[in-house]
Every structure is written in structure tokens, then in C-alpha cells.
């Protein structure tokens, strides 16, 4: 597509309950980023993916987030037994390759309310 | 570990005020550097970047310089719009690693 597609914009979910957000990349784009944008506070870096290598998961804040990349393309952001502090502004960026310069393109977020 | 130090906002203008939004880092090596702009609802965007020391990077009036010697690279404009209210945030990327860090983001308002 045109640009990084997130799904779903806004999710609004009870303690405990698992969510997936799913990031539909630039097409041809072989890096994809997770990153989390808490109320005030910057991007907290979640997962990398390059290509086939092994995912970079240095960022994941505990084993209740995993991520996964199908096929090289879509990717789906998984946070079992959620909670309240996991609410923020969950965001994907995809780029051509991650030498040089990395340029990232960005969705527009999904947003995870976690009552 | 690589860190980027940005001024704390909100920081509200008048338009065709000028504008300094600063941004320190630190960081192993000779970093690329970021400015990515976070307009109302809509995902992170590229503003301008710079890939080595005095390096300029320029677009839609904003400018920011690489500086080395002060790991420093403000963003600038001399003439602010209200369309360019939106949040700012400063990034590296450092090579270490390939994920960019980010600052925390400066929210700029300019009032008609």
C-alpha cells in the first residue's frame, strides 16, 4: 500500500483480556518497528524485524508482549492479560532496509485504552 | 546507551514568531541524526535529518544543524505558521543498533 496501515485505530479493552494490533507495512520495506507512545512521555522502542533474521525483542517490557511477522510483511503486536499501564499509543514503522540513514515511515497508531 | 535530551514543551507561539526547539544527544560513533514531526491524529513523519557533523538538514522552512562538538542538533524556523502546531520529536540513530531513540517530544501550538 501507500503508506504503514495499523489496525485497529482505537481499542478499548478490559484488565486482563488479550489484544493484537496488526501493521500492514510498505510494501517491499523489509524492516518493521514497534513502538509504544505513552501519554507524555517519547517513542519506547518495542520489537525489530529485518528481513528473515531472528527479531530484535531488546524492548518488550515483559513476556505478556510478543510480536510476530508473517511472510516478511504484516506483522501482529500480541499483549496477553493486559493492563491498566499498558494503555498508550501502540505505533508501526516500516523502512527500506536498515543500513545508512534509517529513514522510518509510520502509521497512525492504534490506541489501547485498558479499563 | 544511546539517549536524546529535548526541550521540555509545551512550547505555545505567535505566528511568525521564531522558533528553537533544542535537542541534545548522546550516542557511541558518529550517529545520523532526526527531526520527525507528529501532526494532530495523523503518524510520525520525517521532517529533516543529517547523517554527519555539520551537516545541514532543511525542509518547509525548519532547519537544524549536526554539531559535534556540542551533540547538539536544535530545530529552527524564523517565520512559525499555525499549521505547523504539532508535536516534535528529535531522534538518532546510531548504527549500534538498528532501532532509532527517540526524545521525548516537544507539543508546539502557534495561535493566530
Known amino acids: 500500500g501507500a503508506g504503514v496501515s495499523q489496525s485497529p485505530s482505537n481499542k478499548v479493552t478490559e484488565k486482563g483480556k488479550d489484544v493484537e494490533l496488526r501493521c500492514d507495512p510498505i510494501?517491499?520495506?523489509?524492516?518493521l518497528y514497534w513502538y509504544r507512545q505513552s501519554l507524555g512521555q517519547g517513542l519506547e522502542f518495542l520489537i525489530y524485524?529485518?528481513?528473515?533474521?531472528?527479531?530484535?525483542k531488546s524492548g518488550l517490557p515483559s513476556d505478556r508482549f510478543s510480536a510476530e511477522r508473517t511472510g516478511g510483511s504484516v506483522s501482529t503486536l500480541t499483549i496477553q492479560r493486559t493492563q491498566q499501564e499498558d494503555s498508550a499509543v501502540y505505533l508501526c514503522?516500516?523502512?527500506?532496509?536498515?543500513?545508512?540513514?534509517?529513514?522510518?515511515?509510520f502509521g497512525a497508531g492504534s490506541r489501547l485504552t485498558v479499563l | 546507551g544511546d539517549s536524546v535530551t529535548q526541550m521540555e514543551g509545551p512550547v505555545t507561539l505567535s505566528e511568525e514568531a521564531f522558533l528553537t526547539i533544542n535537542c541534545t544527544y548522546t550516542?557511541?560513533?558518529?550517529?545520523?541524526l532526526f527531526w520527525y514531526v507528529q501532526y494532530p491524529g495523523e503518524g510520525l513523519q520525517l521532517l529533516l535529518k543529517?547523517?554527519?557533523?555539520?551537516d545541514k538538514g532543511s525542509n518547509k522552512g525548519f532547519e537544524a544543524t549536526y554539531r559535534k562538538e556540542t551533540t547538539s542538533f536544535h530545530l529552527e524556523k524564523g517565520s512559525v505558521q499555525v499549521s505547523d502546531s504539532a508535536v516534535y520529536f528529535c531522534?538518532?540513530?546510531?548504527?549500534?543498533?538498528?532501532?532509532?531513540?527517540f526524545g521525548s517530544g516537544t507539543q508546539l501550538t502557534v495561535l493566530p
Open positions: 531522534a538518532l540513530d546510531s548504527g549500534s543498533a538498528r532501532q532509532l531513540t
Open positions: 524485524f529485518q528481513g528473515n533474521s531472528a527479531p530484535d
Open positions: 510494501s517491499g520495506h523489509t524492516a
Open positions: 550516542a557511541t560513533g558518529y550517529p545520523s
Open positions: 514503522a516500516s523502512s527500506l532496509d536498515s543500513s545508512g540513514a534509517n529513514v522510518l515511515t
Open positions: 543529517a547523517t554527519k557533523a555539520d
